[in-house]
T-cell receptor
């Protein structure tokens, strides 16, 4: 998985609790992304980062926040988890060069269940 | 994923060719991609094609791009049971890819 580690791999939590998912990369890539994958929807972008402390919203950002204090780590936080946030979450990275920035590599995913 | 359309399922016999189709809407897309996802795993980049190309071949994989019809296809020759997976088409306009919903390829003996 191209030097990308997502943690935890599985998590079960209760509605209303805060949850933080971590994505760690060893590739020193500039761009990092969080997606969620749901049946019938494919992959939808939640947030992305184009550098340390530089982040922006994707198409389904409501209820999520992100932080990137170091190049290698991109955190996704659900401030107050809801059942609609039950999903599989994927982190992806891409580099900075003309070709590299156009190629995304994905982590193995985090399966989150909100009860 | 509404801008990238794929059929949801494809069933083929082992040894036959598989053709997975995709349509996209943005003629300014620069890169078009095919990703493979096996059960319980992340997406793995299979191949990609730049918008100024019509065809790209890589071993058993052939990608065809019809820019006029905004149609992308992935052909897998001599399909094997290990090719069973979900295949995602994606297009890239600015610098964020947009993914289709994925096509589940089922290979039976």
């Amino acid at each position: 998985d191209a030097g990308i580690t997502q943690s935890p791999r599985h998590k079960v939590t209760e509605t209303g609790t805060p949850v933080t998912l971590r994505c760690h990369q060893t590739e020193n890539h500039r761009y990092m992304y969080w997606y969620r994958q749901d049946p019938g929807h494919g992959l939808r972008l939640i947030h992305y980062s184009y550098g340390v402390k530089d982040t922006d919203k994707g198409e389904v950002s409501d209820g999520y926040s992100v932080s990137r204090s170091k190049t290698e780590d991109f955190l996704l936080t659900l401030e107050s988890a809801t059942s609609s946030q039950t999903s599989v979450y994927f982190c992806a990275i891409s580099g900075s060069g003309e070709r590299a920035k156009n190629i995304q590599y994905f982590g193995a995913g985090t399966r989150l269940s909100v009860l | 994923g509404e801008d990238v359309e794929q059929s949801l399922f494809l069933s083929v016999r082992e040894g036959d060719s598989s053709v997975i189709n995709c349509t996209y809407t943005d003629s300014s897309s620069t890169y078009l991609y095919w990703y493979k996802q096996e059960p319980g795993a992340g997406l793995q980049l299979l191949t990609y094609i730049f918008s100024n190309m019509d065809m790209k071949q890589d071993q058993r994989l052939t990608v065809l791009l019809n820019k006029k019809d905004k149609h992308l296809s992935l052909r897998i020759a001599d399909t094997q049971t290990g090719d069973s997976a979900i295949y995602f088409c994606a297009e890239k306009r600015s610098y964020i890819p947009t993914f289709g919903r994925g096509t589940s390829l089922i290979v039976h003996p």
